[in-house]
């Protein structure tokens, strides 16, 4: 009989019913644009959001499809992902709970520009364009502050670009793994762990590279101690020599 695998990640089995009040008005107050308002005011906005339970690779929309609304991650995980020309599969990022993606623009006529996959059981709150144009006319240090957050997610995609072009694949690799542990790391015995199903296929989608060359390169990493890899778990054990790999790009 075949045992199964342990791993080092903490992946929380979600109920349906886990998006309780308390955590709705948790989850709202912590959004960048919201953080400022009273808890009054955080109940009423908590009344135009819907929430929804997905299970591991269920879609949540797809790449080209209206953007009807904002979502927001109130447990689980969530990559975001888009074809290239070739019709490869770019992996974009991925989300933890608390952050939000879909459409941040109030007005309408906007479409998503990638597809939002579940990574891990998911309770996702969602509100239409219409509701959030209304939010944001009530609270308009709320709208400043998304025009603001619009800005940097456009310097950060601008930078992605930049590291996919001018960077090699081994610096590439190194890159998205510093800004994975960054994002996602949490101190273990093996290493800085970052913590969320995260297979080769994955790291290949964000570096723009085939799957076996990036299983070559982690491979390389774990023989000289960098990482520590297992299945679809990854563990920074060096960041000094991450950091070094990006710099002889």
Same mark, same amino acid.
């Given at each position: 009989m075949n045992k199964r695998r342990k791993t080092p990640?903490? /992946?929380? +089995? /979600?109920?349906?019913?886990?998006?309780?009040? !308390? #955590?709705?008005?948790?989850? &709202?107050?912590?959004l960048p644009f919201f953080q400022n308002l009273s808890d009054k005011e955080i109940s009423q /906005?908590?009344?135009s959001f819907s929430d929804t339970h997905y299970n591991t690779d269920d879609i949540i929309y797809l790449d080209g499809e209206k953007a009807a609304r904002l979502c927001v991650i109130a447990s689980g995980s969530v990559k975001l992902v888009k074809q290239n020309r070739n019709g490869n599969e &770019? #992996? &974009?990022?991925? #989300?933890? %709970?608390?952050e939000f993606f879909g +459409? #941040? !623009? %109030?007005?309408?006529?906007? /479409?998503?520009q990638e597809t939002a996959v579940v990574q891990t059981q998911a309770c996702i709150m969602k509100i239409d364009t219409g509701n959030f144009r209304n939010i944001l006319n009530t609270y308009p240090s709320a709208a400043l502050t998304v025009l603001d957050i619009t800005l940097k997610r456009l310097r950060e995609s601008q930078e992605i670009v930049k590291q996919l072009s001018s960077y090699s694949v081994e610096s590439r690799v190194a890159y998205t793994l510093l800004k994975l542990s960054e994002k996602l790391g949490e101190e273990k015995d093996i290493g800085l762990l970052i913590q969320i199903p995260l297979s080769r296929n994955d790291i290949a989608g964000m570096t723009?590279?085939? %799957?076996?060359?990036?299983s070559r390169i982690l491979s390389r990493m774990q023989k000289e101690n960098i990482i520590q890899t297992g299945r679809k778990w990854l563990a920074?054990? +060096?960041?000094d020599l991450l950091n070094k790999m990006i710099d002889l790009k």
């Open positions: 990640l903490e /992946i929380e +089995n /979600i109920e349906v019913n886990s998006c309780t009040i !308390d #955590l709705r008005m948790k989850i &709202i107050h912590g /906005i908590n009344k &770019i #992996l &974009i990022d991925i #989300l933890k %709970p608390g +459409n #941040l !623009d %109030p007005f309408e006529g906007s /479409i998503y723009g590279t085939t %799957p076996e060359t990036a920074i054990k +060096n960041i």
